[in-house]
C-alpha cells in the first residue's frame, strides 16, 4: 500500500474528469444550499483528518486481520476501500445530523479532494487524497468512479507504446 513515487499515476483524461467531478462535487451543493463556517472548516479541516485516521485504522485491522485483501486493493471496489468510504459517508451523515455542519461540507471535501488527486496525480479513490497530502504516502485504493476511465487511459498508452516499439524508422528521400 506504500508508495513513495511523485511520479503522476493518472493521465490527462483521468485529470480532466477529477478536475471536473471536483468543480461539480463543490460547486452545486454550495449553489443549491449556501454554505457556512461550519462546513468550511469540516471540510477542510475536520474531513481531512477524519479519513486518514480512519485510513491507518483501516490499513492496520486489514494487515492483521486478512493481509491478502490488501492485495487486491487496486479493484473498483476493495474490501478496505469499501470499508473506509462507507465509514467515512456514514460519519460524515452523522455530524451532519447532529451538529451545525451540514451535508455541503461532505461534498466540498469530497470535491476538494478530486482536485488534489487531479494535482498530485495521485490514481486512487480520492477518500485518500488529503491523507496521502498530510503523511507523505501514496497509499492507494480502487475507486469507482476513477479507476476504469485511469485503467482505460493507461491500456491506450500502453497499447500506443507498444505498437511503436517494432516500427521502422522513416527514411528521409523515399528509401
Keep these: 500500500m506504500y508508495q513513495s513515487s511523485p511520479r503522476r499515476e493518472i493521465g490527462p483524461i483521468g485529470t480532466v474528469s477529477r478536475v471536473i467531478g471536483g468543480l461539480v462535487a463543490i460547486g452545486l451543493p454550495i449553489v443549491l444550499s ?23 485504522l483501516v490499513t492496520a485491522a486489514y494487515e492483521h486481520y486478512s493481509p491478502g485483501s490488501l492485495m487486491k486493493r487496486h479493484v473498483v471496489c476493495s474490501g478496505p476501500g469499501c470499508v473506509l468510504t462507507i465509514t467515512i459517508v456514514a460519519i460524515a451523515f452523522t455530524l451532519s445530523a447532529l451538529t451545525p ?51 482505460a487511459e493507461a491500456r491506450h498508452r500502453a497499447g500506443r507504446t507498444d505498437a511503436s516499439v517494432g516500427a521502422a524508422p522513416h527514411s528521409v528521400g523515399g528509401r
Design 101 to 151: 455542519i451540514s451535508d455541503v461540507a461532505f461534498w466540498v471535501w469530497l470535491g476538494a479532494s478530486m482536485l488534489l488527486a487531479a494535482v498530485r496525480g495521485y490514481g486512487g479513490c480520492e477518500v485518500l487524497a488529503f491523507p496521502n497530502a498530510i503523511t507523505g504516502r501514496r497509499d492507494r485504493i480502487g475507486c469507482i468512479l476513477y479507476t476504469p476511465i485511469d485503467v
Design 34 to 56: 449556501g454554505i457556512g463556517w461550519w462546513d468550511v472548516g469540516a471540510a477542510l479541516i475536520v474531513f481531512p483528518a477524519m479519513a486518514t485516521a480512519l485510513a491507518t
